[in-house]
């Protein structure tokens, strides 16, 4: 009998003295299409890092970029069947399911990264966040600075307010958003696939196209083209977003970290991004282009009154235009 009470002490003792096993980490997949040397899959990297400083060991983040598990298109729909727990997705994509929110792809809405982040963090964003997770099954954590679009010139042109493109053939990819955009700008929009453009400069069928400044160098339209008009007509960027069923199956500390480390990789983004267009100016006028800077203001107001007195316009919340102008100042 006293042996018995020994050996049960010394059994109770083991597992008093035994710490609770620790949980699995989280499964935490994360699916792009932009290759390894993208900045967007280097924010990536940098969102692991910070969340093992975070919390450590509590998450298995797995990075597959190059849509090396769920291509473009589909990664939105994995998330929303829980095969994957997150993505990057466009303000594009968001209208495309909800139309009322096309606005936020309106030429000249945002005006910087930063503006993006203000726009989420009030109350019409919130507003927002929850209408894209009841409808859509994805929590928006942060907005990854995409680029500015600006205007690249076969020749050199006075370009101050859109009266100066008028007759300008405008390169635009062939959407009816796209078009719209072109045409609010002042200039005659010309639908061209995006590998015909660098011919199409080469040879005048168009005389001048858009894109962010690294999509100019990448492609190499600089070898074709005389001007760079800085019209900043759309600041782009593309959501941090996780699934809805893995954001429910956190804890608010788990939360809360998974938030830190998503605005800690856009600041990482947007702050490279920003420093290579920076960059790509001084690039750009070293191949011998004209960079200049036309009334912004004027093209901002002309862009703007285009939109909101456009049928597009109907279904966007009312008021919200305003509100995020304000955000801005």
């Not at 209208?95 to 990264?113: C, H, M, R």
């Not at 507003?127 to 994805?138: A, P, R």
Request: glycine share 6%.
């Amino acid at each position: 009998m006293k042996k018995s009470l020994i050996a049960k002490a010394l059994l109770c003792s083991v597992f008093i003295a035994t710490p609770a096993l620790a949980q699995d980490p989280i499964e935490f997949k994360m699916t792009v299409p932009s290759v390894p040397t993208d900045l967007h899959t280097k924010a990536l990297h940098v969102f692991a890092e910070e969340i093992e400083k975070e919390m450590p060991g509590a998450f298995d983040v797995q990075i597959y970029d190059s849509g090396s598990l769920f291509g473009q298109g589909a990664d939105l729909d994995a998330l929303q069947r829980g095969n994957a727990e997150m993505t990057y997705v466009s303000y594009q994509l968001i209208a495309d399911a909800l139309p009322q929110y096309g606005l936020l792809t309106a030429g000249y809405l945002f005006q910087s990264p930063e503006h993006y982040r203000a726009f989420l963090d009030s109350d019409i964003g919130e507003e927002f966040k929850q209408t894209v997770s009841d409808e859509m099954d994805i929590q928006l954590l942060d907005a990854c600075y995409l680029g500015t679009r600006q205007l690249n010139l076969r020749n050199e042109m006075d370009i101050q307010t859109p009266d100066d493109l008028a007759g300008v053939k405008l390169r635009m990819p062939s959407s009816d958003a796209w078009l719209f955009l072109g045409q609010a700008l002042g200039a005659n929009p010309t639908p061209l696939p995006f590998g015909e453009v660098y011919l199409g400069l080469q040879t005048g069928t168009i005389d001048a196209q858009d894109n962010p400044l690294p999509t100019v160098e990448a492609a190499k339209f600089y070898e074709v083209t005389d001007q760079i008009t800085l019209t900043s007509h759309l600041v782009d960027a593309i959501n941090f977003s996780v699934s809805n069923i893995f954001w429910e199956e956190l804890d608010d500390a788990q939360k809360e970290a998974v938030t830190k480390a998503a605005k800690a990789a856009c600041d990482w983004n947007n702050a490279e991004r920003v420093k290579v267009e920076q960059d790509l100016v001084a690039f750009f006028e070293g191949e011998g282009l004209a960079v200049t800077t036309p009334d912004v203001d004027a093209f901002r107001a002309h862009v703007q009154e285009a939109y909101m007195n456009s049928p597009r316009a109907a279904d966007w919340p009312e008021g919200w235009v305003e509100k995020i102008n304000q955000l801005a100042e």
